[in-house]
Each structure stands twice: as structure tokens, then as C-alpha cells.
């Protein structure tokens, strides 16, 4: 089976579809928000550090099982064990991943639906076609079913096109889109009366709260979901890369972007929303927080961009264009984790599986939208919160401990012969064996109390 395995046809292939899955609603809404709700350049800080000690490091134990393996999850984690107990115990880990990336699918495609529907009104307000316009940004069950259906047909497509058809191709056609929408943005945005306002709370610490547990969580939950990590996503990303690569190095790369993108959208949104407080638009909750669940992005900043009169119209068919992107090619690379154990364990075809389980996950996330107030937060911190530090944990259980040290060393090797000089080699391997794991335990059992 393996000669009918797919791969990324270059590096930069490989770089635009793991950042394009590591970029996403998560970058450009979550970290902003979290930020200016945890002391500002304080999280910025403790994220920073979060991104680099522990981030990095879980990601190169995905990318360097993954290419090891040339599997999906359930395979490559069973086929690093050496007694069937620790082989079942891994399939089970590939298993949990599958079924915690779907339901992150699941409400993700939610909030995807929504950019849609604001990109659509967007356009729609350029063809003054303004009942539409209305109907398309007032929440709604029948809106939000209908738009978040649009988004699966677009990443059911994609997946069923393949890895290097699909998945490649259109991460490389998006991926500078949003580097270059986000950066018109910004520079708009920031000569804007009240952005300097923005700035500042993005950039000020706040350093009495770098040693807060919730920060520390939040920073660690954030850190997770950003690079796509625990559920196998990067994992089968990794078993599509060239044994010639040299994975520390390119798998650095990925972090940097995404961390960069979050950063970088931190200037965007801040500073938009201080923007939209000149202009009178309340930016704080009731409780005296600062507006940052859904509301944020569907109610706070389409306002300020009504405000702006025609230039708003445009910067919001940017922002909205730039959210839908940013989105769909994260969604893709969840809907793959599954689609690629149907494909290569169960023998089922690309465009079966991709349909199939596209039309299941869908089914969830309808019934999410009929069940908003009761299931979407639940089902958001049952999977960040709980299911991908924990499965992480796991991730690094098996690259340090289960796995045969030499082989993992022999993996480092491909496509990077001098490896063995290299700072990666000396701390990597013992590292992800004590350190992580250790990371992840102590804020998860902080998190339970
Ligand atoms: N990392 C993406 C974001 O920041 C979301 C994402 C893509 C994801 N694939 C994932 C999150 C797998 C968790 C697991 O928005």
C-alpha cells in the first residue's frame, strides 16, 4: 500500500500545508483575545516561552513519528511498541486523536460558517444587496446550519482531491493570500485614531500575572491548539514528508510562522478594537472584561467596519476573506486525520472516506448549532482543554519511552546527516522524554484542581 501513499510534492509544499493547518481561527482570533484578557505582553511572554519549550518540541515528536512510520496515527503509534499491551495502548491514543480532531472539527466548522456568511454579506454589501446582507449577519439556526455546510462542502473537496492534489495545492494558493491580506490590514488599521490605545494593551505587561495558573493554562491551551498538536493532525502531515527533509529544521520553520501570524494578528485586533471604542462601540463585557468569545469578531469589529463607510466595506471583505482562509485550510487537516486511517487501514477510497466521514462530522455540528447554548462550550473545552494536552502527553510518552532510542535517533538522521553535531540531537531525545511530559502532568493536574 505504501507506493500509493501521497507526499508533498517540495518543501515549500510541506511548509504552506503545516502552517496552513497550524495558522487558523486560533492564530488570528484566540491568541489576540486571550492576550488582552491575561495581562497583555505578560501572555505574549509566557507564550512565547510555552511556544518554544514545549510547543516545538511535541511537534517534532508527531512530524518525526509520522515520517517514520509513513502511517496514520492508529498504525504508527501501535508500530512503535514492542509488547502487544503498549501496541494497543498506542492504537488507542490514534483512536482518542481521531475522535477529538473530529469534534474540534466539528465546532470549528461552526465559526468557519460564520466568516463565510460575513464574507458573503460583505460582497453583498459592494452589490448594495442589503436585505441580504442583513439576513447573512443576523445569527440565525437556519444561517449558521447553511453556512456551516457550505464549509464542509469546501473541505470535503479538498481532502477528497489528495494530499498533493488537494491539500498542497490549496494551502499553496491560500497561504500568502493571508500573509498579504493580513499584513494590509494591520498597516491600515494602525493609522487609524485610537489604535495606539490597542497597541499599548497588547504591549504593556502586566507582570504580576506571569505566574498565574489561568494564564499558564491558557498560554499551554493555546499553545496546543495553534500548532495543531495530540490528535494526530501534524503526525500524518509528517508521514507525507520526503525522507530527504531535514525535519528539526522545518519543523522550526512552522513554529516560527505560526507563532508569528498570532503575534502579527495582535496588532490587528487590538488595535481595531480600541478603534472601535473611539468610535463608541462598547469593547467590555459586563463584567468589565474585555469583549472576546464570538462577539468579538461578529459583532464588535463588523461594527466599527460599518462605521467606516465605504473603505469599511472593503476592510471587512479583507478580514472576513482572510478568517475563511485561515479556517479552511486548518479544517482540512483535520477532516485528513480520519480520512487517512479509513483510506490506508480499512481500504476504503479517498473520495468515500473524505464524504462519508465529512457528512458525519457534519451531522455533529448541526446538532451542535440546534443545541448552541448547551453543547458549544462544552464540546470546546472538553477537546482543548482536556483531550489535547492530555493525548500530547501521551505523544511524548511514546517518543521518549516506548519508542526504540536508535531507531528515533536513525529517523533524526534522514535527511540531515550531520544531525548528530547539532543542538536538536543532544537535548531533543531526553528532553521530549522527561520534560514534556512532566510540563504537561503539572499543568494538567493544576488544572484539574
Ligand atoms: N491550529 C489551528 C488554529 O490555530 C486549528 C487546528 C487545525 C487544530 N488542526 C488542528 C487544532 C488539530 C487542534 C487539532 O486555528
Avoid at 444587496?129 to 473537496?157: C, H, K, M, P
Wanted: aromatic share 12%.
Amino acid at each position: 500500500m505504501s507506493t500509493a501513499r501521497g507526499e508533498f510534492s517540495s518543501r515549500f509544499g510541506f511548509l504552506m500545508a503545516a502552517t496552513g493547518s497550524a495558522v487558523g481561527l486560533g492564530n488570528i482570533w484566540g491568541f489576540p483575545t486571550n492576550a488582552a484578557s491575561n495581562g497583555g505582553a505578560a501572555f505574549l511572554f509566557t507564550y512565547l516561552i510555552l511556544a518554544f519549550v514545549l510547543a516545538y518540541p511535541a511537534l517534532m515528536a508527531e512530524l518525526i513519528i509520522g515520517r517514520h512510520a509513513k502511517a496514520n496515527a492508529v498504525t504508527a503509534l501501535s508500530g512503535l511498541a514492542s509488547t502487544p499491551g503498549t501496541a494497543r495502548i498506542g492504537a488507542g491514543v490514534g483512536f482518542a486523536g481521531m475522535v477529538t480532531v473530529t469534534l474540534i472539527l466539528s465546532f470549528y466548522a461552526i465559526v468557519s460558517g460564520w466568516m463565510l456568511a460575513f464574507m458573503t454579506a460583505s460582497i453583498a454589501d459592494i452589490a448594495r444587496l442589503e436585505t441580504a446582507s442583513n439576513w447573512l449577519t443576523q445569527s440565525g439556526t437556519v444561517r449558521d446550519a447553511l453556512f456551516t455546510l457550505i464549509f464542509y462542502v469546501l473541505t470535503i473537496y479538498i481532502v477528497v482531491a489528495g494530499v498533493r492534489n488537494g491539500i498542497e495545492k490549496w494551502s499553496s494558493r491560500l497561504m500568502p493570500s493571508l500573509y498579504l491580506i493580513l499584513i494590509a490590514l494591520i498597516i491600515y488599521v494602525l493609522t487609524l485614531d485610537g489604535a495606539m490605545d490597542g497597541l499599548r494593551m497588547y504591549l504593556v505587561p502586566d507582570f504580576s500575572r506571569v505566574a498565574d495558573p489561568e494564564l499558564i493554562l491558557s498560554a499551554m491551551g493555546q499553545a496546543f491548539f495553534s500548532l495543531s498538536l495530540g490528535v494526530g493532525t501534524m503526525l500524518i502531515y509528517g508521514s507525507y514528508v520526503s525522507k530527504k527533509e531535514n525535519l528539526p529544521a522545518i519543523g522550526g520553520m512552522v513554529t516560527l510562522m505560526d507563532i508569528s501570524v498570532a503575534v502579527l494578528a495582535g496588532l490587528l485586533i487590538l488595535p481595531a478594537m480600541t478603534v472601535a471604542q473611539l468610535n463608541g462601540i462598547e469593547i467590555y463585557d459586563a463584567q468589565g472584561g474585555l469583549i472576546a468569545g464570538p462577539a468579538l469578531i461578529i459583532s464588535v469589529l463588523p461594527a466599527l467596519f460599518d462605521q467606516m463607510g465605504d473603505a469599511g466595506i472593503l476592510v471587512a471583505v479583507a478580514f472576513f476573506t482572510l478568517m475563511s482562509i485561515a479556517s479552511l485550510t486548518s479544517s482540512i487537516s483535520m477532516l485528513e486525520v480520519p480520512v487517512s486511517y479509513f483510506v490506508e487501514d480499512r481500504g476504503v477510497s479517498r473520495r468515500k472516506a473524505g464524504v462519508l466521514l465529512g457528512a458525519a462530522t457534519a451531522t455533529v455540528s448541526l446538532i451542535i448549532v440546534w443545541n448552541f447554548g448547551l453543547l458549544f462550550d462544552w464540546v470546546v473545552r472538553l477537546t482543548t482543554e482536556f483531550s489535547q494536552p492530555l493525548l500530547g502527553f501521551f505523544f511524548a510518552v511514546f517518543a521518549g519511552w516506548v519508542w526504540n532510542r536508535n531507531a528515533l535517533l536513525a529517523e533524526i538522521k534522514q535527511g540531515h546527516a550531520e544531525a548528530e553535531s547539532g543542538l536538536f540531537w543532544r537535548i531533543w531525545p531526553w528532553y521530549i522524554k522527561f520534560v514534556c511530559p512532566l510540563i504537561i502532568l503539572a499543568v494538567y493536574i493544576q488544572m484539574i484542581f
